[in-house]
């Protein structure tokens, strides 16, 4: 009967690809103030766009929402452990508010092991965002290493998906033609599975 011995697999922790899932993406609150270690070593921005009721990444050369005629916004990211819930997060924020990171960045040979502060300047929406920049003490203990912020950002934005939508955009519009030299630019063309 042992070749029929059923056990249950464990593991002290999930896989690696549904552990990253788990982080989030945190902005400065719009009362208090959000505190946290620093991870990255320099910031990760991206420009952005608010398309069809959520964030995408602006694509070159070929992106629907510039083509529907969005603004792109820059956007930049930060791995930061957050001191209170000990909660390792993506922070979000803006260009007008990154000077400061951006300054301690080249003055400190980057951003890692800095202890950051960021709150608003009043209570409305979208209200101006300060950050404060320490030295932290990153000796005292020692921090877990920087996550891959680019990865995570291509899972919550599933960038596999809209790397296709964009080339079978651009495949449509005849711009990606010389793309597959395999396919002969003459005849007619085969006929795609959806309209
Ligand atoms: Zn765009």
Not at 105 to 132: C, D, F, K, W
Not at 158 to 164: Q, Y
Request: hydrophobic share 35%; aromatic share 6%; charged share 25%.
């Amino acid at each position: 009967m042992s070749e029929h011995e059923i056990s249950i697999p464990t593991s002290s922790a999930p896989p690696d690809e549904q552990l990253r899932t788990a982080y989030r993406i945190v902005r400065t609150p719009s009362s208090g103030e959000l505190q946290g270690l620093i991870l990255s070593n320099e910031i990760y921005g991206t420009w952005t766009h608010f398309f069809n009721g959520r964030t995408r990444p602006h694509t070159e050369p070929c992106c629907e929402a510039c083509d529907a005629g969005q603004n792109q916004r820059w956007q930049g990211y930060l791995a930061v452990l957050l001191t209170r819930a000990r909660d390792l997060v993506l922070f979000e924020f803006t260009a007008p508010a990154s000077a400061p990171l951006v300054e301690y960045q080249e003055h400190n040979r980057g951003l890692r092991g800095a202890v950051m502060r960021a709150y608003r300047n009043s209570p409305r929406p979208n209200a101006r965002v300060t950050i404060r920049l320490e030295r932290g003490d990153i000796d005292m203990y020692s921090p877990p290493p920087a996550p891959n912020i680019a990865e995570i950002l291509s899972r919550i934005w599933s960038i596999d998906r809209l790397i296709a939508h964009e080339a079978a955009r651009a495949a449509g519009n005849g711009q990606a033609r010389t793309a597959n030299p395999q396919i002969p630019d003459t005849g007619p063309k085969p006929k795609r599975g959806r309209k």
